[in-house]
């Protein structure tokens, strides 16, 4: 189960929002939406009393002013009735003035809010903050849907265009957790700037949820901060209602391009930031994700990618099963560029990357791993059906207990993996068996240009490559371990100018009776090969000093 599949599209069946207008509603011919006249009469009913505050020559605000000319209407909320003192709930208020092609400034102050707002089949609206903070009523004084406080849109009404930003959200209160804004938008989506002070500790959905409905749509959320994490689920009000507890970020319904820019997200117990689930297109742009459960960045989608962010696994909860720091699937194309994986708190199922069986093709490049640890772990883990990866220019420093740096799982699958200037290095041990740099355990891979230094911590034996599958070629590369730089299993290997060396004093390669048709070529291959019944062995040109 995962965190999607706890969120229904749960609502109080209120008429609040523009899903009660006439089925007649029509464009104008500027292509503006001109909602049903019912909504519309009480809209513009409204927007003509000065006194509320609602006018299209509201007075200027540095927050707002860049936006003039992309509204009909300017509304201060304060003007037109809310409460800034953080006294009284502001909801009633914003629900009456609610009226679509309009902007809804907040003036600074303290806005209490204890039901949710919702907001479908707009046109353009807009929310924007200014030195403005939300106050949600606490978990049992939360009236209605105890899950949002803004619901703008919904995936069978989408609104068009949303624009909100500006706000720090104010959960320091006990149970006071939220999800602040959930989106369904299809033209254009604009979050910025949306700052969430204290963890979010009621339980109910996290704090973000974002879609873009149409393929051609964008949408960018930028600046979201939700530093301090969620509690888990058993340690909340709704203890035993869901599984686990609230994502960080959830957006597994996007049709669109959605770009997250250097968001911050904390320790969750249902993963970071998951987008993974949809058909369109993910981009992260920097950030910072730390400690999340299941994975800190989860995504997909034909030709997502992950760029430059900063991933952080620090700190392990008595709940956590797994605090992954990347993990890529359903799609083509994805690419991880730039990243900083660092994991000092590691679990055995806390992979660095993993790359899953419904990737069809990735791109990893220039990507730095530090792991380090008292547990079995493992780096770049290139799971079994998963197809062509591609490695290019990364670092891994491996300091574990155990465990493989790369791993190619067993698969049946021949998609090539590529792995081109890669360094592995670090003192790791071999517990539970895990003593190989490299494992390659599927056809098909090659090693070009790749350094592996396994000096071992004390007592333990480490392998540069070990291979068990057929078709490795390993070209101009240099291989150091204390125990032996090569192990092959496997067949149809060939080893062609490369260094190997063993700290330990061993042969540069141990060759077992299952391997077969090896080939080593051009190579320095010092103290030369233990062959233990290799079958149609190839040594040609080689030094063994």
């Known amino acids: 189960m995962t965190g999607i599949a706890n969120e229904r599209d749960a609502d109080d069946g209120r008429s609040t929002d523009f899903e009660q207008a006439s089925d007649t509603d029509t464009k104008s011919e500027t292509g503006t939406h001109r909602p049903g006249r019912r909504t519309f009469v009480k809209g513009a009913a409204i927007a003509g009393i000065s006194a509320l505050g609602l006018s299209s020559t509201a007075a200027a605000s540095g927050s707002y002013t860049k936006y003039d000319g992309e509204y009909r209407h300017v509304v201060n909320v304060v003007e037109a009735g809310a409460d800034n003192t953080g006294n009284r709930s502001i909801t009633p208020v914003l629900r009456n003035i609610r009226n679509d092609n309009t902007l809804f400034y907040f003036p600074p102050g303290r806005y209490y809010m204890d039901e949710q707002l919702r907001f479908t089949g707009f046109d353009n609206v807009a929310f924007i903050g200014d030195d403005a903070t939300l106050v949600p009523a606490n978990y049992y004084n939360f009236d209605g849907p105890q899950y949002r406080l803004f619901r703008l849109g919904v995936g069978y009404r989408p609104g068009r265009r949303l624009r909100f930003e500006g706000f720090d959200i104010d959960q320091t209160a006990p149970d006071t957790g ?55 689920i058993d340690n909340t009000p709704t203890a035993g209602e869901r599984w686990r507890g609230p994502t960080g970020i959830l957006a597994n319904q996007n049709a669109g391009t959605l770009e997250f820019k250097h968001c911050t997200l904390g320790a969750f117990p249902d993963n970071g930031l998951y987008a993974a689930g949809g058909s369109g297109k993910i981009i992260v742009s920097g950030g910072t994700y730390r400690n999340s459960n299941g994975a800190n960045i989860r995504v997909g989608g034909n030709g997502s990618e992950i760029n430059w962010p900063s991933v952080k696994i620090d700190d392990t909860r008595p709940e956590d099963v797994a605090q992954r720091g990347i993990r890529i699937e359903n799609g083509k194309n994805l690419r991880i560029k730039g990243a900083a994986v660092e994991i000092t708190s590691p679990m055995p199922t806390s992979h660095a990357i993993s790359a899953m069986p419904t990737c069809d093709s990735a791109r990893i490049e220039r990507v730095r791993i530090d792991m380090q640890g008292n547990d079995v772990n493992h780096g770049i883990v290139v799971s079994p059906n998963c197809g062509e990866v591609i490695i290019v220019e990364t670092q891994i420093n491996h300091e574990t207990a155990g465990g493989y740096p790369l791993w190619i799982r067993n698969t049946n699958a021949t998609d090539r993996v590529l792995a081109e200037y ?10 539970s068996g895990f003593r190989d740099g490299i494992r390659v355990e599927r056809d098909n891979c090659r090693f070009n240009v790749t350094e592996v230094n396994q000096s071992a911590r004390s007592g333990a ?52 009776d299952q391997s077969s048709n090896i080939s080593i070529r051009n190579s320095r291959m010092v103290n030369g090969v233990r062959d233990l019944g290799s079958s149609s062995l190839e040594l040609s040109n080689n030094t063994t000093y």
Do not use: M
């Not at 939220?178 to 002070?197: C, G, Q, T, Y």
């Not at 973000?208 to 964008?218: E, Q, R």
């Open 178 to 232: 939220i999800r602040v804004i959930e989106a369904h938008v299809s033209d254009r989506l604009e979050v910025r700037d949306i700052n969430i002070k204290g963890q979010h500790d009621s339980g109910t959905w996290g704090p973000g949820l974002f879609n873009v409905t149409d393929s051609s749509g964008y949408g960018i959320v930028e600046r979201f901060r939700a530093p301090q994490g969620g509690e888990w």
């Open 422 to 431: 890669l360094t592995i290095t670090g003192e790791a041990g071999d517990a």
């Open 461 to 512: 034996t480490r392998n540069a490559i070990t291979s068990t599958a057929d078709d490795l070629t390993v070209w101009k590369s240099t291989l150091r371990a204390n125990q032996y730089p090569i192990v092959e299993l496997g067949s149809e290997s060939l080893y062609l100018e490369v260094d190997a060396e063993s700290t330990g004093g061993k042969h540069a390669a141990c060759l077992y």
